[in-house]
DNA sequence: GTGAAAGCGCTAACAT
DNA sequence: ATGTTAGCGCTTTCAC
């Protein structure tokens, strides 16, 4: 195991000094193109390779971008990822990934770990356990971009990339008041995260705007999760006024009130339900789900687009009004409708 | 934005050295409790935060492990690189990701990048156009761990983790050999990947031992993907003496098999399918799919176990013979057979 | 137990 | 166009 060969190994070789042969690497524009030349041919001949880790304790850039997603195994936040790292490896960054799993501790460790990785920056979509937002305000000290996504909270200080989620409540309501459901359930989480919130609040409108009154027995807040699902179903049909439709807070919330439903005896769209996310099962179950797409891939080039102008400007915190949103995209399938449904 | 505090700080306020400052924050017991006391108590008062980049530069460990995946996208990889991430975390290291797109000089270069940050190590699966392994031995020059994951190929010197893929074609095979199918499709890819040959080769085992003559129009090699199961199964379904059963090389394959089929009128189990990967929609399907579940979760935990192990060892390469290999398991659901099934 | 000092490999003024 | 020379922040011998 021989030594790496260093910018001092080619400029030995070459009778130069170290800078010259770093502004050849470097593509500078004061250097002659015979130089140039002889430095690139020497750097093969020694199968020079850079050392980023000194140029980037040296230059104090790393190129790569710190991300904090709360669990790397859903698909909407594999998706986002994926998309963010095509989008960043074209610009020459690279992605350092941490799982918060939905813990607000785990989250601040992995705010502490990559910021002593001397990240770039920082992309988040903070955990369900995230109520303050103390740890993130590290990057503003730092003078270092910082992107929210997703799960978007305006007590955070910096531009942030998601969908309109009131939107999102009310297309899923009014869809569902438009396919002739009165009693429309809401199987979701009692976090306090604003994106759930805002779904909520998309719900209400939709039925003030059809002059639906409000039942409060009809909301249910158990989490979102397959069991979630199954449960909070079984409780709305214990109810003397059942509901004739549920939303679920998220697909596998849907899933389980699918589950639910067929165990009772029950057909959907003869009760509706509608989810959140679009995951892939979706429209491969059956009945194929209703849901609102969220657009992962789209978000995640939106967010790579608008963190590389941060990356760019020099004060980054003066982006950080900066809102990117989303349309929510309803997908109507068989849970709302009996139209016979095609898998694309 | 005031300058990071570094251990030179500490050392001047102190007045000590940075030696003594450095041993202090590394634990070294070669310290005074006092002294260790006296510079945490200021590394705190100070708000000092480690640079590893320097750390690393300095001692030659960055405590990041490079991660190519075809794609981050498909459940399986995301799966195993969130098990993989939460193994590592505990452990004290971090990942870097990097997306192959299945393209082998996206995958080049994601060696080059990786190597270039001066990753401790690298885990990889190789993309399906990879089909020799230079690039993977610069690991071995720079005398770091390298690991190779599901896609396992033993011209690669290095340890390997996957599943037994002979195995995982047999026991689809042979299951639905078993459920009373005689004449056994299998839609697949062309790629020269060793697991998908081993695939084919543990189907021909089962198709030998059950004593059914192999059919060679009953092998349709048009890739993996929803559009090749469609594709594929119509081929098939021309075929004067039909299959009655299909094996698709994954779950997307199956499932375009399925919708196929459907179009075609044909329910299953009366044409039995097999997936492999036990995608997280297939137990949500209609009918249900039966398929091979490669434990994506299991396969990280065990990568992880075994590189940690591999970078505690100051001659990693010897390891290269090891092989873990865990056992496929069959998920028999309902597209080979009529049972009752429970979403779980 | 603590200090002094030489690196790690590169960048970036400043000089020539 | 090229060279000189401080660093970047930390680790790690080697002394004392």
New binding site residues.
């Given amino acids: 195991m021989k ?2 060969a ?3 190994d080619i ?1 030995k070789a070459l ?6 042969v ?2 050849a ?2 593509n ?5 193109a ?3 030349d002889s430095v690139l041919r020497m750097a093969k001949q020694l199968d ?4 980023r ?3 980037s ?4 850039k790393t190129y790569i971008i710190g991300v904090i997603v709360p669990s790397a195994e859903i698909h909407f936040f594999s998706s986002f990822v994926s998309s963010l790292e095509v989008e960043f490896k074209r610009a020459g960054y690279s992605i350092l990934l941490y799982q918060s799993n939905e813990s607000f501790q785990s989250e601040e460790n992995g705010v502490t770990t990559l910021l002593e990785a001397q990240v770039d920056g920082l992309i988040i979509s903070p955990s369900l356990a995230t109520t303050n937002f103390k740890h993130l305000e590290r990057l503003h000290q730092e003078n270092k971009p910082l992107l929210v996504f997703d799960r978007t909270d305006n007590r955070i200080a910096a531009p942030q990339v998601g969908i309109d989620d009131e939107k999102a409540g009310y297309l899923a309501a009014s869809h569902l008041v438009q396919a002739g459901y009165q009693r429309i359930a809401f199987v979701s989480t009692a976090s306090e995260i604003t994106i759930f919130k805002n779904r909520f609040e998309g719900y209400l409108r939709a039925l003030k705007q059809f002059k639906i009154p409000f039942d409060s027995s009809l909301v249910v807040r158990k989490g979102m999760s397959i069991d979630a699902g199954i449960s909070g179903t079984n409780e709305l049909l214990k109810l003397s006024r059942r509901p004739d439709a549920i939303i679920g807070g998220d697909d596998f919330t849907a899933l389980g009130i699918l589950n639910a439903l067929s165990k009772a005896g029950i057909q959907p769209p003869e009760i509706g339900v509608v989810g959140f996310a679009n995951q892939l099962f979706s429209a491969y179950i059956t009945p194929s789900l209703t849901t609102i797409d969220q657009q992962a891939t789209k978000m995640g080039a939106e967010s790579a687009k608008l963190f590389l102008t941060m990356l760019q400007s020099a004060s980054p915190q003066e982006m950080a009004e900066k809102r990117v949103v989303l349309e929510p995209i309803l997908i109507t399938r068989n849970t709302t409708s009996l139209e016979k449904q095609v898998l694309d």
Wanted: glycine share 6%.
């Fill in positions: 030594k790496r260093t910018i001092y400029a009778g130069i000094t170290i800078s010259t770093s502004r690497l470097n500078s524009d004061l250097i002659s015979t130089t140039k020079y390779r850079p050392n880790l000194a140029s304790l040296s230059s104090g």
